[in-house]
């Protein structure tokens, strides 16, 4: 793991240098992106078909073909050993718990009336439709589906579908029991481009939907970025990442296999560990590596810590924020003996796991907050995903017959200074008569 000392001069050249990641995508990758965006919503059904076949290897005559029903889904539960599907049942419930609490605090019309008898308010009403996309590759993510699909539906979303990019034969049965879980209305087994394309677009046999949520490669996220504004889309979301801060009273062993959590999920993924103590740092560093050498996906978390690794030395508490700040990490972990004095401060993250009993895996998993989370220091302006997400918010206007005259004078007179005269008009016959 790099080493860099916040008191040295060229600190922020050097942090700035390796959280730089070049996530700009290939021509090579744009291009084949638009290609599969604008066959599959050209030509629907047969697009869509032809690229499952090309690139999910998946036979396709019919669209029918990719769609599994319910009872497959609730079949999987027997197919899969019982502690884990009572794992996958724990799970969901936290999350609907965490996420009915939310919704409740978050959807409620309100309405007020004014001095002048105007009635001014806002509705909250669920989407229609949502698309959830559960990623393949390096690893299969159940929990990706429980983490989108349960908030979707606690928020009222009556329609969720999830893709899934795995050949029909051989899904696994804990993807299928975690749709079962979550609600799932409908599944198709499609991955890649095609997959965002006919979420987005709709073919004969899919309708489309309204907002696409859930990471993927970078055709995936290529393809997100692309039919934005088509429809909605929750985040282009970058490689996983972990900001631990440390002090002398953090249990080593523990903060490392938190660093390894996040480098095992992927190459880019970046583990981060800041302390203003250099005797924690040292030591981190003289444990890591046995550890890392004993990890099953050794091969991915090594080129991880290697390149993407940081052991950052604060100045002090205010330099440990300030990095923190710098940084907004996806996940931020305070494994500090007084974690109460670091949250005073306003503090930029994802989402904060407060003392070392609170490691970030259960946040992946069964804590109830949602995964889903704003990477790549987008901390600094996105949230974690939640019920807000799925829900569209309309402003009420009501206005009195008397009410309305201030406002429409004042109406009146702005769009006379934009030079917007049939705007003024509008508004002056309300007090004109």
């Known amino acids: ?75 999987a539960l027997d197919a899969i050993p019982p502690d884990l599907n009572e794992a996958l049942a724990h799970s969901a419930a936290r999350i609907r718990g965490y996420h009915e609490r939310q919704h409740q605090e978050q959807a409620s019309d309100w309405q007020y009336e004014d001095e002048l008898g105007n009635v001014l308010g806002q509705r909250i009403r669920p989407m229609s439709r949502v698309g959830v996309y559960a990623p393949g590759g390096k690893a299969t993510y159940p929990s990706t589906i429980l983490m989108t699909a349960i908030p979707a539906k606690v928020a009222g979303v009556p329609n969720v579908v999830l893709a899934v990019p795995a050949v029909r034969e051989t899904i696994d049965p804990v993807l299928l029991a975690a749709a079962y879980h979550a609600g799932v209305d409908e599944l198709y087994t499609m991955g890649g481009a ?39 889309i929750d985040m282009v979301a970058g490689p996983s990442e972990v900001l631990v801060v440390a002090d002398s009273s953090a ?3 523990w903060v490392i296999d938190d660093l390894l959590a996040q480098a095992e999920h992927d190459e880019l993924a970046q583990a981060i560990v800041v302390s203003t103590d250099a005797a924690v740092l040292a030591e981190i560093e003289k444990q890591l590596a046995p550890r890392l050498a004993a990890s099953r996906r050794h091969a991915i978390a090594s080129v991880s810590i290697e ?113 917007l005269d049939m705007h003024a008009a509008s508004a002056s016959r309300r007090f004109e008569g």
């Open 251 to 253: 249990r080593i062993d």
């Open 1 to 75: 793991m790099k080493r860099l000392d916040q008191q040295d001069p060229n600190f922020e050249h050097d942090l700035s240098a390796a959280l730089t990641i070049d996530l700009a995508m290939s021509k090579s990758v744009d291009l084949t992106v638009t290609d599969i965006l604008e066959g599959v919503k050209a030509r629907g059904d047969r697009a869509l078909c032809a690229y499952v076949n090309q690139f999910d290897q998946i036979p396709c005559q019919s669209v029918r073909d990719l769609r599994l029903d319910g009872r497959e889904l609730a079949s």
């Open 307 to 419: 390149n993407r690794g940081l052991l950052l030395l604060a100045k002090d508490l205010v330099g440990v924020v300030q990095i923190i700040n710098r940084i907004a990490p996806e996940h931020l972990e305070l494994s500090v003996a007084d974690p109460e004095a670091l949250l005073a401060y306003d503090l930029r993250a994802g989402a904060v796991f407060i003392g070392e009993h609170s490691p970030e895996v259960v946040g992946d998993y069964s804590a109830g907050p949602s995964h889903v989370l704003p990477t790549s220091g987008t901390a600094r302006f996105a949230s974690a995903l939640g019920t807000y997400d799925f829900v569209t918010r309309q402003s009420v206007i009501r206005c009195h017959p008397r009410g309305v005259i201030p406002l429409a004078k004042s109406a009146a007179l702005l769009a006379e200074a934009e030079g």
């Open 194 to 232: 095609q997959a965002i394309a006919a979420l987005a677009y709709g073919t004969e046999s899919i309708e489309r939907v309204d907002k696409i949520c859930g990471p993927g490669n970078l055709y995936v996220a290529t393809a997100k970025r692309r039919v934005f504004g088509d429809v909605g």
